[in-house]
């Protein structure tokens, strides 16, 4: 009888298919088309609760009060773009609202980028703000001639373009050289743009050329103008095997501004980085960087600085100085493992983040743990431990831990 019951469904199953009713498999062709706009964006909730190392040299410059244990913010990224017939539009905003215990809130509003360009063949022309994202390495890019510094602590996240003019001229061809591309670039630095890319207003250009040979990413850039020394680099990029791949970036800069205890030099220096980063067969990837700078502080140069902030007489000086930047001295070392879905656990990556001063045997690790369990959302937790004695980077920094938990939303 069960069979019989079965055999009916099937046959009014396929009695009412629309195979049987030709031209019932219609297609919204405008949902497979692409679309001439686009528009996307993320909320981000973080809160920081510090642990403050009030012995150290940083905290006696930057927090002579007594600072707040903790503050969160609310970050809203809004990206909008239009293409259509070689003509493109797009804009990326931030607006970002931070809060302490005290009171002090501060609010921001910033274009991260926003830019026109027209594509025709294998050239194209762009002009506004933009980020040229130059460099192979993943926490350091001394070749990133036009780019901010990354974050170390989050080296993923978008950073604010510069304005700009590019050119691309891109070939391709059938033999071991594949690809070549070059980009020139043209801005300018004044008192209402790119500040930070010179120390004198003038107009400014950079170039890069791109090959991609023998199945190798290879860079080699130039920056030059009235605004700063020349710069040269170089960067490539291969997979030796399928999981596992190097990097490696070169620059050289040309009369460089250091800041001393007691006044400047102008030298020549040269930066360089050597990394790699390999997936097992258990889906845990390593990512290692070494770093060096022949332009960074020394520690003799260090030690001289701690004994000037013992004795501060001008802290704000000393504290916006480039001693209390990230990674002031020659050599790094950084770590970085994670692992996907350890145990089974759905929707779990833990990791774990080694960024080591080389010169001095201090450090800052941070363990972390993402969940996305929830679709176009993500749970953060990550602690910072930093370690090191006195006269130590790591050991004087403002503080010596950091618990940090972030929630994104993606839409």
Not at 112 to 135: H, I, P, R, V
Not at 190 to 212: C, E, F, R, S, V
Not at 293 to 304: F, I, L, P
Request: glycine share 8%; charged share 25%; hydrophobic share 35%.
């Amino acid at each position: 009888m069960t069979k019989y019951i079965k055999g009916g469904a099937f046959l009014l199953c396929l009695f009412f298919s629309p195979a049987l009713f030709g031209g019932e498999y219609d297609f919204d062709m405008s949902e497979i088309e692409k679309k001439p706009y686009s528009f996307d964006g993320s909320i981000e909730l973080l809160s920081n609760i510090y642990g403050y190392d009030r012995d150290s040299a940083f905290f006696r410059l930057k927090y002579p009060e007594k600072p707040e244990k903790y503050d969160y913010s609310a970050d809203l990224r809004l990206n909008g773009g239009y293409e259509a017939n070689g003509f493109r539009y797009v804009v990326k905003t931030s607006t970002k609202h931070t809060s302490q215990p005290d009171g002090d809130d501060n609010s921001e509003f910033t274009f991260m980028e926003q830019y026109a360009g027209y594509s025709s063949g294998n050239f194209s022309l762009t002009a506004g703000k933009m980020t040229m994202k130059w460099g192979k390495g993943y926490a350091f890019n001394p070749a990133a001639f036009l780019d901010r510094p990354k974050n170390i602590d989050s080296p993923e996240d978008a950073m604010e373009g510069y304005q700009l003019v590019a050119a691309d001229y891109t070939r391709s061809f059938s033999g071991s050289l594949k690809t070549v591309s070059y980009t020139q670039t043209a801005y300018a630095v004044n008192d209402d743009m790119n500040q930070t890319l010179g120390t004198d207003n003038g107009l400014n250009h950079a170039g890069k050329l791109y090959l991609l040979l023998n199945d190798t990413d290879i860079d080699l850039m130039y920056s030059a103008g009235e605004s700063r020394g020349r710069r040269f680099g170089m960067d490539f990029s291969k997979n030796i095997l399928t999981n596992l791949e190097i990097h490696g970036e070169y620059a050289q800069y040309k009369d460089v501004r250091r800041q001393l205890i007691n006044g400047y030099e102008t030298t020549d220096t040269s930066n360089w980085l050597i990394g790699a980063r390999y997936l097992t067969e258990s889906d845990v990837t390593y990512i290692i960087e070494y770093f060096r700078k022949s332009g960074g502080y020394t520690q003799d140069e260090m030690d001289r600085f701690y004994q000037a902030a013992e004795n501060a007489g001008n802290p704000d000086m000393l504290a916006n100085s480039p001693y209390t930047r990230n990674n002031p001295m020659r050599s790094y070392v950084y770590l970085r493992a994670s692992v996907k879905e350890p145990f089974d656990i759905l929707y779990f990556t833990p990791a774990l983040t080694m960024t080591a001063n080389a010169e001095d045997g201090s450090f800052s690790l941070a363990p972390e743990a993402v969940w996305t369990g929830i679709t176009n959302a993500e749970f953060k937790l990550k602690i910072y431990l930093l370690s090191g004695g006195d006269n130590t980077e790591f050991g004087e920094k403002v503080m010596d831990r950091r618990l940090e938990a972030r929630f994104k939303y993606y839409f």
